[in-house]
């Protein structure tokens, strides 16, 4: 079992008189947009423990609206020392060391490393791949992917011996469409055996759909947070809902809630670059106190962070599944 | 003649220093967008009077941002207690029973009984019709016209015999374009008579219009609150302005107030699920006094109201009308 | 039971070596686009048997593009002469009366009189019913439905008393959608109790349906000939096929052809103002012999026929229906 | 050499602790959208010295969301008194004297006098320009170029006896593209010779560009603020940057910054009309102090002020560019 | 008066039997898409009188779907021999000589030498003007009017001692709207004074029109024959139609037809490369007989031609005239 | 070396007078569209040598329009008879098994069996994989790409061990964008490496591009026939060109043919279920005699035949190659 113990996880208790399942951080947002001097805004972020500590590849958009992902590191998850450079990726394929794009990252500790995922610009939106053990060197891998692609996260532990990924296809827009899709890998460069993992439904999640953080596995089965867009009169609204897969077979859905968890409300999350979205790129989770804290970006502008209990999170996703 | 006295209308002068005709109340919103606690939003809502008290049918977005209307009650027409369950609809036909969404109700007082108007999916958008006599038991009746179609609004009497219904065929999305017609009924079961009513005008109604609350009758004509919706770059920005129709044939416009009386320009009509709207659903009148309040949703979020004194409306079309 | 002999009904035995259901007139297209001076194309029109001859309802886009409907005159139903000026209809009501387009008409003996049905510019398409005894005085009645609407076909008897029309509700463009619904009339002027009868599915039908011809009663049921819509990397393909409906509920659909009867084929259904359109509006039956012949447009330019034997088509919906 | 001293320029030191090339004014928004009477909103304006106070040309969008152009006049460039009424321009073709929209004005001192531009509705989006010398008497000249053009910006002298003028060719709408040219005229109405200046690049700018105010004359160039537009998933975001364009063919460009100068972050900058626009249309200098202060619109609903100094404008403009 | 004999104008009578106002040549298509080895097509090509023979400039597509323009010389104005390779342009500008397309030439005498106008691609579709006095070498001038532009079509002489030039204003990609516009110039060079000449209408000119061959001058008004286009549910449909405009205000229509005169009927107009294309680019006129012959391209794929006689031209004008 | 001798393949000499590099067979279409009962079109098929005759992979759309492939076999190449079922493939997995639609296939020798290669319905467009060893019994492997893809192509010998697979990213719809790139796998199951090979250009290739037959190995590169797409204002165009690949980098282009080798011109291109297509999906080489006969769909309708030599292939790459 691959969660342990997370004693310095950020938290904060559910505010008095409430009772929804995740609740926002008080002092939301924990990163401004300005955070370094280089930014434009900081969002779409990835956080993992790290030697006692916390490291996290975040999301930096410069100010020429260039997309990048940067090294930041915190001793309480909260407060945030960012690079203002973005992080450098040893990479021996001249073409493929060529910088188009990149966001949204995801972090997970995989085996002896971290991994890290994210959207790679490759003649579009693709998936690449990356590692670090020391948050000091970063490798390159591969696109794990063809464009048009996003949201590649993947499973933290390897599954009869595959790594497995899911991730979204895309189009090379601002996509309107969008299904989660598991892939599978002997080596995390080729991949193959898709399966369909679940796609829109009505309501907050029925223009299109995409992982999250990194599932964190319980002994019931994988719980995935995964974000859902409606769209408005106005464009695209973006929240975020939860789900639980199966252990050994993740592209079956045993549970998918039919709520969403957190929806667009506070100025941080309604008003900045994008106007009405939440996005969850990361979670840590204590096992001995089932506290689980999740980082979002808000706005595409700003990083956020909010709270549950894991087995709330889990009566929530018994009783209003919905498949 | 049905407008009669309504001594208990919500209220509150127009603030000092200013000389708009439609002016905001103080306090609101005056519901707020989880007023209950399955609610995402709630706001495009209608309230009459009922027993001396208030009554209303309010478009309860929950949190599957499914689309429902929910039953509520006040004292004093501000404060509100609004069920957490949607009202249940009496109907036999299985295919007319199915859900698949309410939204955007009007609630008039014709001859014995209150009917609700609203948006009821039936293949797409339709006008489903419905009554209460106790605000306890509520009969489904039929969809009133053929999908694709909003903003269906009976006038309060009927005319020749007729029933009289405005409304604004659209299509299945995000229509595009959009005017208002009145059809007529003998039995609120078949429409017919169809009449074009008036269509967009450039400025702020230039995309597509709808009628709003239920018409006001006044010796002069049928007092129309309607919305008008323009196209910025960024999206739709409702706001709503008026008219006045002919008492006997009310597909004839009398006057039509070029201005538009309220645009959304608070933080709550400007941000929320649906930034830029103002979208009024309801109207209460006082005739001794001429006091009118008007119920309007801001930014598909939550729940507002607004004043203003039926001389002052009616002087406003006659000065500023443009057919 | 309505049908009746109609022993000179057009007729050309299946081509040999041929199996089809429905096979084309040898001598097709039976009228050219520029048949009257007027005309720059001649297509989409309605034939019914007429005094032991033919008459007929005839859509003519002129030289200007605009859309009216002509009168002609048959004695083999072949062989056609047309007016070269569109119907005058008699209408009181001047805001009914004025041209806006008149397109697709169907015809159908209904109690005493032949009604015309036909999409009428009403501030975008609506359904327009109108009325003669005598094909030379014709008589508008109202608009059935509201804009917009298309495809507004009669079923030939009251069903329990009750007009019953079938319609295609649209948008007012180009519609990329549109499912067949049935409303019912106590008057043809008020109707109510809408229905849903069919929708899109994948393939020949996958963008758009709309009925056809006027309904054949048959001891099994409504034999309904219906187009469908595909989109094409180049746009619009309209092919027909069938269904049977209830007798008594006609929104009911008992069988439901799975392929199409007739697609766009020849150099006359490719090539015209709208390539690759076959589009019946018209169907003549003889009961004794169950020969059928159908008048449909071809590339929106010209009229064709083609023809069909009754088992055979009741054989084809039972073996190949798909609900 | 044009430019000359300035010394009542509105100013505000860069607060403290920042190190932004432009800084924000603390009061703004320095006009509020109900200013006047029959305002909705005031933004994109323009402002030049006049007789040592300010005069300005002021887009007003009125309670109709008619779009026009105000006088207006203030003593330091920050209390601004406006003209309820439009200009009215004296014009001596009916054609041309008839309003559809004008927006989005410029005014320069060229030669002996004030030249005006904006976009002039013209069956369609054009370039009108207009003079006055004493902001009395108001004379439109023509249209100086076809439609669809927008953001018409003359350079404030004659280069080799013509007259230059940059703008961006358009389509109808809200256009997804558009590039920056310069024309040149030897008599304001006639205008050739168009040179294309410079295009869209990825990132802020990534969707259109267009000339902001009258470009300002330095020994190294003529310094352009301009305007770019990225396309999010909810619409147009506009921020502003800087380019210099050679003195004497101005439609080669020395320097062009690679990060936008300035981009909507404030809640009047986010929040109002049309979210997410910071949109500048004029700018004043004082050369013996380097300083510049730039009038800008705020969400298309108020007008803003920032600041900046030419050297550290120059130095980010030689450290940053990128053509 | 311009117009002077042009006994050897290519001709064929009417048909017999058919009243058409213009008819096509019975041996058309005259020019084939492959008439030389490196083209896809010829098509949209100018033709006039040169030396006793005639001479003409080619739009030629090459087999990569380049656009550029031929020179042809041709005895009779049917059988043409068009030269392989495109025409060079002599031009000091290297930015202006730089290729990016050009099509849809006219060319006209005016003065002391024939003038080429085509559109020319600079940062997107623009009207190039240059001329020739022997068709042997060519001189490049200016872009006449900025982009996005298509459709110039020089006035055959000068009026009040300017150039005039129609033009239809448009978008950078397939145009969904469009108007025609007239502008002067004192040297070709350097235009203004554009006036509204007229827009679309219903039916088969409702999404665009754009001036067609140099107009012809009569008595009565400058003949101008246009194009214009319609939108079916499978792309545009182009025709063409004629107008006169005033001797001395071009601007003004006096007459303008209300039918188009000619469609797409013909296999080699309603398939090729674009399927419902008639498009006129050039006209001779032989005033002695009164002979005109229209050469216009079919389907964007090949050359065609067609006749009528100038005064049943302008009884068709007067007759069916509607502004 | 892969290529061997075929010396049965079907050909036809260049006709006398044309010096076209690909010339089209003479009795084109070889399958009409109705050449099984149960089909509406034959069109984009595989063909392949199989024990001295010739088997294939047929795209075959039924009436009711769905999309699938069928078995064919041929002594001559040029008379086929296909099978009016389509291929049962043999599959374990229900999910996988379950049917969509699979259409434009190809076939590849490679190892030791004949492997297919489609577009398969898996939520979207997918590439399919599976095999055939005698053309009795098809095995279904995976899909070998996650949606949206198409055109995917296998080199038909492993590189370095690996498989190598041209393929062409896309949406779910008709796709307005498309590069090609090729992917590598140890197994035919797992693919990653993802390389760019090359995209779109202006001109007959300006939309997308994809892969069309099998690659044919020559000494010097990989001969790849690849489709092109030209939207026009009335949809899109199909034309086929050629480049080379590198042997042993086949994401290298060595060359790439500036103009198209083939595009719609004749009836049974232009005329059909999608007008101007051609789309080739197969090629045959007989070494000895460098013959090349290519297989491609016409107009989505119907099969046809075309033919080249090898060495005037690759001396019109060298000379007209633009990368």
Redesign the interface.
């Known amino acids: 079992m691959l969660n342990t113990a997370l004693a310095n996880i950020p938290w904060e208790d559910r505010p008095a008189g409430t009772?929804d399942v995740v609740w926002r951080y008080s002092r939301n947002p924990i990163i401004q947009?300005n955070a370094t001097?280089s930014s434009?805004s900081i969002f779409n972020s990835a956080v993992v423990p790290f030697q006692g500590r916390f490291a996290g590849v975040f999301r930096c958009d410069?100010?020429?609206?260039?997309m990048n992902i940067h090294r930041g590191f915190s001793d309480d998850g909260l407060a945030w020392h960012i690079d203002n450079e973005p992080i450098e990726w040893l990479c021996d394929d001249p073409?493929l060391r060529a910088f188009e794009h990149r966001y949204d990252p995801r972090v997970v500790w995989l085996g002896d490393r971290y991994y890290v995922t994210w959207c790679n610009g490759?003649?579009?939106p693709?998936i690449g791949i990356g590692y670090t053990q020391d948050f000091e060197k970063f490798t390159f891998l591969?696109?794990?992917?063809?464009?048009?692609?996003r949201n590649g996260v993947l499973v933290p532990r390897k599954i009869n011996g595959m790594f497995c990924m899911l991730?979204r296809?895309s189009?090379?827009g601002?996509?309107r469409?969008g299904?989660i899709?598991l892939?599978?890998?002997?080596?995390l460069?080729?991949?193959?055996?898709?399966?369909?993992v679940m796609?829109t439904k009505?309501?907050?999640q029925?223009t299109k759909i995409g992982a999250g953080p990194v599932p964190i596995e319980t002994p019931e089965g994988w719980l995935l947070f995964f974000h859902g867009v409606?769209?408005?009169?106005?464009?695209?609204?973006y929240?975020f809902g939860a789900a639980l897969l199966d252990l050994e077979q993740p592209w079956k859905v045993i549970y998918r809630g039919?709520?969403?968890l957190l929806?667009?409300?506070t100025?941080y999350e309604?008003?900045?670059?994008?106007?009405?979205v939440v996005f969850p790129c990361a979670a840590l989770y204590d096992q001995p106190t089932g506290r689980i804290a999740i980082y979002y970006g808000g706005a595409?502008t700003v990083t956020a962070l909010a709270f549950a209990m894991m087995d709330e999170i889990l009566d929530f996703l018994r009783e209003s599944s919905e498949l």
Not at 62 to 66: I, T, V
Not at 189 to 196: D, L, P, Q, S
């Open positions: 009772s947009r001097p434009n410069n100010k020429k609206r260039e073409e490759y003649h579009g693709a591969e696109n794990a992917l063809l464009p048009y692609n991730s296809p189009d090379n601002h996509t469409y299904d899709f892939s599978r890998s002997p080596d460069i080729h991949w193959g055996e898709h399966r369909f796609g009505k309501g907050w029925e409606l769209t408005s009169c106005n464009g695209f609204v929240s039919g709520p969403c929806s667009p409300q100025t309604c008003v900045g670059d994008v106007p009405n595409d």
